[in-house]
């Protein structure tokens, strides 16, 4: 059956005529809270004797009265005791009957008491104005109560503008929660301010309000005659209008007229827009804060990164006769890259080199606890498969994340170049000498994946003229072995299409006699080269140890 709508009730659509502006404005509320406080001071009138005015009020004839008491009341007015006895000098028995009950002094002290609390009244309804406007804009309260307060300003002279424009006499934004099961006044004119603290109302039954979240305006031209179409406020006619649109409702725009009346498509049309300004504030107020915070977020970022970055080791020389260098990259201000060298305190030159699983702000975490594990084991001269069972240990006691990583662990005695290494996970270890090159270490699953992993501990010797370099394997794109053929020569002529494990080692071999740094320099350089096509990013490390005698 088709669906009818009384007389009084129509749905606007595109389809509607056409009608004149009307400009004509009702009685508007907006002095109600004046109304209030002007009673509560009428009563005070009656009660003590004396009356209250402002402090320089202007009689008929246009002249100000003096104001012998002032104080600041609400909203700017000043307050002054005034005797409703006229004082001409002559005193009869009925003005004693008038006297004022209540000495002036009590009554200046009720008076100041009773400012204070309209003041603090005020306060509290503008806290409400500045927190409502900003729950309109879907984000958390903000600290800064100027911007809050220009976004219920902005509010606030949206409803104003279009109420002027179609002859509204109130005006109303109501938001849904989070749930979409209830609306919540936001902002308001022509109501008291205090209406914004009432609670949320609910979504079912509000057949008005769920009629234009469908996406039309709906005009009630006399909602006396139609109780089953509710109206938040009691007036004879308002027109609603949806905020957001079909597919994502954000709330309704009420307006009110007095009486009953009709409203023009042109009207209609004001009221859409309205609406859609409104819109367009919460959805600039929310682009801000976003911003905002993410511009807050950055400067955080930054400065971890560069807290990051400060544990990574220095180019001071470990030995004089050894040449040492390296690098992290870390394919985002933060990352899961490290690496680390010292002189332990058993005069070992120990060595760290590794990556997380995790990327980004997680991954640093995960690498800033590996560093810190493996200093303090290095400071208490642990050997290194006591170093990977401690930080295996904890990492693998970490269930609320991923907190595994591939790493390795290097010592060397600078006196004889004898030294041990120890790896879990995607770490690559090689001797590079003027004849070829040679793998280290061994292949054990990462740290934190799995309880008492059992630690293999390698042995080996960096002879004079050789370099150690270990890494990894997210810097190559290959993980295969193969020693390399004789076109492979010269470092210029090498045909190096991608950097896998080979190319990596006879880029090394190629440039044996130059400085460590300068290898790594190198590395790093041509690194970008070889990344253009890659979709993920990487973090990736790189150690290279020189042995500098003749």
């Known amino acids: 059956m088709k669906r009818r709508y009384p ?3 129509r749905l606007h659509t595109e389809d509607s005529p056409k009608d004149t502006l009307s ?63 006229v004082q001409d000098g002559i005193l009869d028995s009925t003005d004693l009957m008038e006297l004022p009950s209540v000495s002036m002094e009590r009554a200046q002290q009720l008076l100041t008491a009773l400012e204070r609390l309209v003041d603090r009244l005020e306060s509290a309804e503008e806290t409400v104005r500045r927190q409502e406007a900003e729950l309109a804009t879907a984000v958390g309260l903000s600290s800064n109560r100027d911007r809050n307060r220009e976004t219920a300003d902005r509010l606030e002279s949206i409803l104003d ?15 849904l929660d989070e749930e979409t099961t209830s609306l919540k006044m936001r902002s308001c004119v022509g109501l008291p301010k205090s209406r914004l603290t009432l ?17 039309n305006a709906v005009l009630l031209s006399n909602i006396e005659l139609m109780p089953e179409w509710p109206s938040p406020e009691d007036f004879g006619s308002a027109i609603v209008a949806p905020i957001g649109t079909q597919s994502m409702p954000h709330g309704t725009v009420w307006f009110w007229s007095e009486g009953s009346r009709s409203y023009s498509a042109t009207q209609v049309e004001v009221v859409n827009l309205a609406a859609g300004r409104i819109m367009s504030e919460i959805e600039q107020t929310l682009l801000g804060e976003e911003l905002q915070s993410s511009r807050e977020m950055r400067k955080q970022m930054d400065t971890a990164s560069l807290t990051q970055a400060s544990m990574l080791p220095d180019s001071q020389k470990l030995h004089k006769d050894y040449d040492i260098d390296g690098w992290t990259y870390q394919c985002g201000s933060l990352g899961g890259g490290f690496h680390q060298w010292d002189i332990t305190p058993n005069k070992m030159m120990s060595l760290l080199v590794g990556n997380s699983t995790q990327l980004g702000p997680e991954g640093a975490l995960v690498a800033t606890s590996i560093q810190s594990i493996t200093r303090v084991q290095w400071n208490q001269q642990s050997n290194l498969t006591h170093a990977m069972r401690a930080i295996n240990d904890l990492h693998w006691s970490m269930q609320d994340a991923d907190w595994t990583a591939s790493l390795g662990l290097v010592q060397i005695n600078p006196d004889t170049g004898y030294g041990s290494i120890c790896t879990a996970g995607k770490i690559q270890a090689f001797i590079v000498s003027p004849r070829g090159f040679r793998p280290i270490g061994s292949q054990v699953c990462e740290v934190g994946a799995q309880p008492d992993t059992e630690f293999i501990l390698s042995r080996f010797v960096v002879q004079p003229g050789e370099i150690l370099v270990t890494y990894t394997s997210d810097l190559v794109n290959e993980r295969s072995f193969a020693p390399p053929s004789q076109k492979m020569r010269g470092r210029r002529s090498l045909p190096y299409s991608s950097l896998d494990q080979n190319s990596l080692l006879q880029i090394v071999r190629d440039m044996i006699d130059q400085r460590a740094s300068d290898i790594s320099g190198y590395l790093a350089r041509t690194l970008p080269t070889f990344d253009r096509d890659a979709v993920d990013g990487r973090d990736r490390s790189l150690i290279l140890i020189k042995n500098t005698r003749k």
């Open 7 to 9: 007389s009084h009730l």
């Open 23 to 85: 400009v004509n404005r009702a009685r508007t509320y907006t002095g109600l809270e004046q109304d209030e406080i002007r009673e509560v001071l009428r009563t005070y009138s009656d009660a003590t004797g004396w009356a209250i005015s402002s402090r320089n009020p202007i009689s008929e004839t246009g002249n100000a009265l003096p104001s012998p008491h002032v104080m600041t009341g609400l909203r700017g007015q000043r307050w002054r005791l005034v005797e409703s006895v």
């Open 161 to 175: 503008s279009a109420a002027r424009s179609i002859g509204a006499c109130a005006a109303a934004i109501f938001l």
């Open 199 to 215: 609670p949320a109302r609910p979504l079912k039954g509000s057949l008005a309000d769920l009629e234009a979240l469908l996406g």
